[in-house]
């Protein structure tokens, strides 16, 4: 689930563009010391932006550990065409053309057409793909498909991507219908369930299979393990295909699909096994390198089971196929890898909130048949992330909570963290951008976000990420899959309403997370203020709301409205003739938080489809078109891309007869360049 800023929730809960709300000159402890000139933000293109994060503290670890991180970094970096190819069958093929045209093109570069051509190709490869990375659009160059295909025929000396039997005509006429046609791919995860989910949605995990034939096929694994209490998450590492008019599976392994770059992986596990820091970090590397090698999920479930047990290793990583947003069924995972270490001293913050996991499992407003007895293994701290790849690059969780198995969850644990390296640097970025201004009622409002903001932030992911995904506890029989593709936007729901309502519990300021309640005020107002207004920025005029998180902020700031609405909780104001919405009575919110969460929990812990979809169409799905209207017209002159991602950190090793004395790091200021490099050195899959 991730928590992303711009998360799945358990370890990429809630997508959450922190930058645009938050304007706070406040450092997080051991905060990065970089000189002035220091460029956090380095482009804006379409809608989006591009930042540097730095990693501080790497300096101060050992040559073993830096070389660990190198290592995992390298393979943190071999997925990432496999992600590419999950998002979308056309997409190698796509980007390799665009990349080719890049190295080889010999007409004019600083054309105006030329120009529009590179903000495409920035744009694929910020979303991994030719879908918006949030909306699940197809997005189209603003140049004509002429233009394109010149720019194919001039590219000369070009190693496109031709099928068997094509020439360079064909190719073009091929690649660039893919491209501009509308009808092609229009959408990649389609939610409408009117519609066969799986014949709508471009998303590459599924190919000549119908809905009823995927439900069926997993439906009958399920059934042979009956009520298994360790149930296996059948389908998360596959493609489900039709071969000779019989359903099969193709799983990810060596030797299986996506050979080729997992072998990748598996070369830079290897070496980062032989580094490892003490003997469970060596445990568990081996155990996912076996996961790779065989493909079994039981061997999966194995490995989740050894690295969530490991607690004391200061450097960490994910890597794997772990959240299931971009299938829409919510069975299937894309694969993502981040690499990080301890941040000690802010970390002191995420154990006092571990090490009382219990008390706020017992203090939940939720009935007491959904709540654990006893609450295993939450571990939970403050991580500076050092490389992003596959699903979390160039957009990245700011808060992860994994693994995502229920089962493993209630019998062992799980860890939470938080990315604070990673916020510092989306709110050095949105420094001076006037949305704070722009959407805030009052003075009181900007002044308490402005103090309180980061602080907010930061432990409201700590809450969402380390209790919130992993509190309540599911009903015998029921299965992960019970909510199918209303299962993201009401499991993010029921971790952010649990932050929420604990963030204004005396308790907070009793254990020493916030020195006054004024921080809860200050996420209670932006949490409504992002959820009615400003996550609107982020969607087109006409259409509804489909990412996961998004309907999660919409259902909770919607439904605390209406129900809100006869002691005018939350009020609807006019000031210039702009719209904004004030909070009344923080308690009163709080207590309707509360009620919220008991039913969401009541909802996932019996698997009630039926009334998880109703709360979810009717709360989080609609847009008022002329708020709608107002709101991007206001956004629009603050000239603030909505979206921002970031490009990574290099690790240069240091080497003396042959063996690794030093590892440097390096911020690269140029995304263009870092993506090409991404696509010399880590492509190892083919389009055709």
Request: glycine share 6%; charged share 25%; net charge neutral.
């Amino acid at each position: 689930m991730k928590l992303k800023t711009s998360i799945k929730g358990r370890f990429w809960s809630f997508i959450l563009i922190l930058s645009l709300i938050q304007l706070s000159t406040m450092k997080p402890l051991n905060a990065q010391q970089t000189p002035d000139s220091f460029k956090y933000q380095l482009e804006q293109f379409a809608d989006a932006k591009i930042m540097r994060y730095t990693v501080p503290g790497f300096d101060q670890l050992s040559v073993r550990q830096k070389t660990l991180i190198y290592y995992l970094s390298e393979a943190a970096l071999c997925g990432r065409d496999i992600l590419f190819d999950q998002n979308c069958k056309l997409n190698l093929s796509i980007r390799i053309t665009l990349e080719n045209i890049i190295l080889y093109y010999k007409g004019d570069k600083k054309s105006d057409d030329y120009q529009k051509f590179m903000v495409y190709t920035k744009r694929v490869w910020f979303s991994n793909g030719i879908h918006h990375h949030y909306s699940n659009d197809k997005f189209f160059p603003e140049v004509s498909s002429d233009y394109f295909t010149m720019l194919i025929n001039k590219s000369v000396g070009a190693k496109f991507p031709l099928n068997k039997g094509e020439n360079l005509a064909t190719f073009s006429k091929r690649i660039t219908d893919e491209i501009f046609n509308p009808t092609i791919a229009p959408k990649k995860i389609s939610l409408d369930d009117s519609k066969d989910l799986i014949q709508a949605s471009a998303s590459n995990f599924y190919e000549g299979v119908s809905q009823k034939e995927v439900e069926d096929f997993y439906a009958a694994q399920v059934a042979k393990d009956g009520n298994s209490e360790t149930p296996i998450s059948y389908g998360l590492n596959s493609k489900l295909v039709k071969v000779n008019g019989v359903v099969a599976e193709q799983v990810y392994k060596v030797g299986g699909l996506y050979s080729k770059a997992i072998e990748k992986i598996v070369f830079w596990l290897n070496k980062a096994k032989d580094v490892a820091e003490n003997p469970a970090q060596k445990l568990h590397i081996e155990k996912l390198i076996s996961f790779y090698q065989t493909g079994d999920l039981k061997t999966w479930d194995e490995y989740n089971v050894l690295w969530v047990k490991d607690t004391q290793s200061p450097i960490d990583y994910v890597n794997g196929f772990i959240e299931v947003y971009g299938d829409p069924l919510g069975m299937k995972a894309t694969w993502e890898a981040v690499v990080n270490f301890k941040n000690i001293e802010a970390s002191v913050r995420s154990e006092k909130i571990s090490s009382n996991a219990q008390w706020f499992e017992d203090h939940s407003p939720v009935a007491p048949q959904f709540k654990k007895k006893e609450v295993k293994g939450v571990s939970a701290k403050v991580i500076t992330v050092a490389q992003l790849g596959g699903d979390c690059y160039p957009t990245t969780p700011i808060g992860i909570n994994l693994p995502n198995s229920n089962w493993i969850r209630k019998d062992h644990g799980s860890k939470s963290v938080t990315m604070e390296n990673i916020t510092y640097a989306y709110d050095q970025a949105a420094s001076g951008t006037g949305v704070l201004e722009e959407f805030c009622y009052s003075a009181t409002e900007i002044e308490r976000a402005k103090k309180y903001g980061s602080a907010a932030d930061n432990l409201h992911t700590d809450l969402h990420e380390c209790l919130g995904h992993g509190s309540g506890q599911m009903l015998p029989g029921v299965s992960d899959g019970a909510l199918k593709n209303y299962h993201s936007a009401l499991e993010e729901a029921r971790a952010d309403l649990f932050a929420l309502y604990f963030l204004l519990d005396q308790k907070m300021v009793d254990i020493g997370l916030i020195e006054n309640l004024e921080v809860a005020k200050a996420e209670y107002d932006k949490y409504i203020r992002n959820g009615l207004l400003m996550q609107l920025t982020r969607i087109e005029p006409g259409k509804t709301i489909e990412q996961a998180h998004m309907r999660n902020r919409a259902l909770i700031s919607r439904w605390c409205l209406e129900k809100g609405a006869n002691e005018n909780v939350i009020e609807k104001k006019t000031k210039d003739n702009k719209i904004f919405y004030v909070i009344n009575d923080y308690e009163k919110l709080r207590k309707l938080f509360g009620d919220l969460l008991a039913e969401i929990q009541r909802i996932k812990s019996t698997g009630d489809f039926e009334v998880g979809k109703a709360i979810v169409e009717k709360y989080a799905v609609q847009i008022d078109p002329a708020i709608h209207k107002e709101v991007l017209n206001r956004y629009e002159k603050l000239k603030v891309a909505p979206y921002g991602g970031f490009v990574n950190p290099k690790f240069v090793p240091v080497e003396k007869n042959g063996k690794i004395i030093d590892v440097k790091v390096e911020y690269p200021d140029d995304y263009t360049k870092q993506m090409m490099e991404y696509g010399r050195k880590y492509s190892f899959l083919s389009p055709n």
